[in-house]
């Protein structure tokens, strides 16, 4: 399987903690993406990381690549309850739009 | 205000039924995308459309059908040969420019029994 596979499968954390979320893949890719799911909703893009870059950050969040291990990572600092949602890795390769998605990892944060 | 919707948010049909669902978009982007989610999984797609009058197949097409007869509609037909319908249907687009991040609208919760 092409898709990205992410690590945790759930994590829980408390409120001001860091969460670490990792994914891995199989392919050559374009560029990885990260989208936000709260519950039951539709998703949030979040990040996107092209593959010539090794690192990105957007307020709390700080995305990895290392296209040497196929491997990406999502951290969010300073966590908060509204972070609580699913997370998912989502990789582009070949020569079109199309996204490849992760199963995702549910993330909790506890007050 | 610029976004993705659908409707209509919650969708109840009887086995044997075809049902359309509805996905607009006012963002001006070519492209357009179904997914499908099943409970703890990923999104998979069932088919895309890059501009009007065109589209492609997915995934996971067989027993959907779609149109793209105007740039800011795609709607998606779950058909009786669709095996397992029930759902949850994300519709999204993206533009040219910004190709490969997906703006999603907020999805149709679909049960038929």
């Known amino acids: 399987s092409q898709q990205g596979e992410e690590d945790p499968q759930a994590l829980s954390i408390q409120e001001g903690e860091n969460a670490t979320m990792n994914c891995s893949y199989k392919?050559?890719?374009?560029?990885l993406q990260w989208y936000r799911q709260n519950s039951g909703r539709g998703l949030v893009h979040l990040i996107l990381?092209?593959?010539n870059e090794r690192e990105k950050h957007s307020g709390r969040l700080r995305v990895t690549l290392d296209t040497s291990k196929k491997s990406s990572s999502l951290l969010i600092t300073a966590s908060r309850a509204a972070d609580t949602a699913s997370y998912f890795c989502?990789?582009?390769?070949?020569?079109?739009?199309?996204?490849?998605w992760g199963l995702g990892t549910s993330l909790a944060v506890n007050p | 205000d610029g976004g993705i919707t659908q409707s209509p948010k919650y969708l109840f049909r009887k086995e044997g039924q075809n049902v359309t669902l509805s996905c607009e978009q006012n963002?001006?982007?070519?492209?357009m995308y179904w997914y499908r989610q099943d409970p703890g999984q990923g999104l998979r797609l069932i088919y895309y459309?890059?501009?009007?009058?065109?589209?492609q197949k997915g995934d996971i097409a067989e027993g959907y059908s779609v149109s793209r007869e105007k740039k800011e509609s795609f709607p998606l037909t779950v058909t009786s040969a669709q095996k397992n319908p029930t759902a949850f249907y994300l519709c999204?687009?993206?533009?040219?420019?910004?190709?490969?991040?997906?703006?999603f609208g907020p999805g149709t919760r679909l049960t038929v029994t």
């Open positions: 999204a687009s993206s533009s040219g420019q910004t190709r490969y991040e997906q703006y």
């Open positions: 963002l001006n982007h070519d492209a």
């Open positions: 459309s890059q501009i009007v009058n065109d589209f």
């Open positions: 392919t050559s890719i374009n560029n």
């Open positions: 990381i092209r593959s």
């Open positions: 989502v990789i582009n390769a070949g020569n079109n739009r199309k996204l490849i």
